[in-house]
């Protein structure tokens, strides 16, 4: 589908002010919500909102369906009458630029806890009824969920082929019992996730009200220590002890000698294709009712995909092989309609890439970062944009522009000054103005671009596994920002939804 022309920012909810420790859906996500309004941007555009597994990382789940608990607001339990003022005081931690992961998770655990009591022990009848349909309209996943995370947290977070050999195996008898066994704790996760969709229901609501679309994110793989591995052995090239034999990666390149050995476990795509597509379809529909588009990660993995042995090093002895295509997107068209998709097509693109993305009028992604490393060509210059595309002055995989103009070397430099007609002091600014200016639909902005952060403010660093996805801002640096700048942007660039005449 086509999207409006229009304009937004990239920021994780970690990354949000708070009193908690890190960022969530309280009320200084409203407050960041109100900032898009008033500077007449309206997308917002997340990373993956599901529960984060090694190195806190958003693609390294869980679960591709769950949600991150700890986005949770203790605020927002506080209003609902679930905790007291002396409970959500006891928790509160300094609101620093780095996300004390840790300490936060262990304070809001605690009081996760009382406030889930409370609910249960005051569940009144239409919240009871609004809890059941929740459980009934998620039961594909959300039943295997709750009882991964009881196991996963009784064998101390190890891989769930390591666990006894029954509940590994999903033997029915081993099932029934540890379901009894853990029943306090699955009816504790089954509350986490209930108030999780309303926060986030809420959250999205309140962002619609005001026009702003969010996009969301959908990594290609799933984690091998997930329950949708654990739950669907079949789909994934695993063994009967559910030890991997086939993962995830990309060959060597220019960025890296050995290449980047994933380790995802790949899919067994002629199962998938067997059962209609049917885990990937409620994958797509189940993130079309949380988000009003999605970025598909890695997108060029549904064309071909890097297979290495699971017994390998290095991503180097590996082979391509044929993705599922056009029979995956015919069928989640089929079933889903509309598909509101940006294709995250970076890297080296391939023929068949590109009949596939433009098959489905999919808009890929332009990075204006990468506009320089070469001559007039480069296809992240602005002015070889098409229009069905989207702009970005770079994402959370990349430094910021002025980290990234500080960095790079003189001829680099020295383009992008020339491109922008600029002496490069503010080139935070001359990127999106770039972007804005494109014939691109869509430009979206990471917000620390907008802020005008240097490189201590980056989000992530790719193939490093330590030091990621910490950063947050304070409420004083989003009040520090040129909201005027942005206006006159969204203005001269057409990029309101309904232009004022």
Not at 226 to 234: F, G, R, Y
Not at 370 to 387: G, K, V, W
């Amino acid at each position: 589908m086509r999207f409006p022309r229009s304009s937004g920012c990239l920021v994780h909810p970690t990354s949000f002010p708070g009193k908690y420790g890190m960022g969530d859906f309280g009320f200084e996500a409203r407050d960041f919500l109100d900032f898009l309004e008033r500077t007449h941007q309206t997308i917002w555009q997340v990373l993956p909102l599901t529960p984060t597994g090694y190195g806190n990382s958003p693609y390294a789940s869980y679960s591709a369906f769950a949600g991150n608990i700890y986005l949770i607001s203790p605020d927002v339990l506080y209003k609902k009458g679930l905790l007291t003022k002396e409970e959500i005081k006891s928790i509160e931690l300094p609101s620093t630029m780095v996300a004390d992961y840790d300490l936060s998770f262990e304070n809001k655990n605690r009081v996760y806890k009382i406030a889930c009591d409370r609910f249960y022990q005051n569940l009144a009848k239409e919240e009871e009824q609004a809890f059941n349909a929740f459980k009934k309209q998620n039961k594909h996943w959300l039943d295997d969920f709750v009882l991964f995370m009881a196991c996963s947290l009784h064998y101390n977070k190890q891989p769930w082929n390591t666990w006894d050999d029954d509940i590994a195996q999903r033997k029915p008898g081993a099932l029934k019992k540890y379901r009894k066994k853990f029943s306090d704790e699955i009816a504790f996760q089954y509350w986490l996730q209930f108030e999780f969709n309303n926060q986030w229901i809420a959250l999205k609501k309140y962002a619609n009200e005001k026009g702003i679309r969010i996009v969301g994110d959908i990594p290609i793989f799933v984690d091998h220590n997930s329950a949708d591995v654990w739950a669907n052995p079949k789909y994934f090239e695993v063994d009967k002890k559910g030890n991997r034999q086939l993962v995830a990666g990309v060959p060597p390149d220019y960025f890296s000698e050995t290449g980047q050995l994933w380790g995802n476990p790949l899919y067994k795509w002629d199962e998938l294709e067997n059962d209609g597509f049917s885990w990937w379809v409620k994958r797509f529909k189940h993130m079309f009712n949380a988000c009003d588009a999605i970025r598909v990660d890695h997108f060029r993995g549904f064309d071909a995909y890097w297979e290495v042995k699971a017994s390998e090093k290095t991503a180097e002895n590996g082979r391509w092989v044929k993705g599922p295509g056009e029979k995956l997107f015919d069928t989640i068209l089929d079933k889903c309609g509309e598909l509101p998709i940006i294709a995250e097509d970076l890297g080296f693109m391939t023929e068949g890439v590109q009949k596939l993305r433009d098959k489905y009028n999919f808009p890929g992604m332009k990075i204006i970062q990468f506009a320089f490393d070469s001559d007039s060509t480069n296809s992240f210059l602005p002015h070889n944009y098409s229009q069905n595309s989207v702009a970005y002055s770079g994402t959370h995989d990349n430094d910021t522009a002025i980290g990234w103009y500080k960095t790079t070397n003189d001829v680099e430099q020295h383009r992008a000054r020339t491109y922008t007609r600029s002496n490069g002091e503010n080139i935070h600014w001359e990127f999106i103005r770039l972007g804005m200016l494109s014939v691109s639909d869509q430009a979206i902005f990471p917000l620390q671009d907008f802020m005008g952060l240097d490189s201590a403010h980056r989000m992530n660093i790719p193939g490093t596994s330590s030091g990621n996805w910490l950063w947050r801002y304070t409420a004083q640096m989003l009040d520090a920002v040129d909201e005027v700048q942005i206006q006159q942007l969204v203005e001269i660039s057409n990029r309101q939804i309904n232009p004022t005449t």
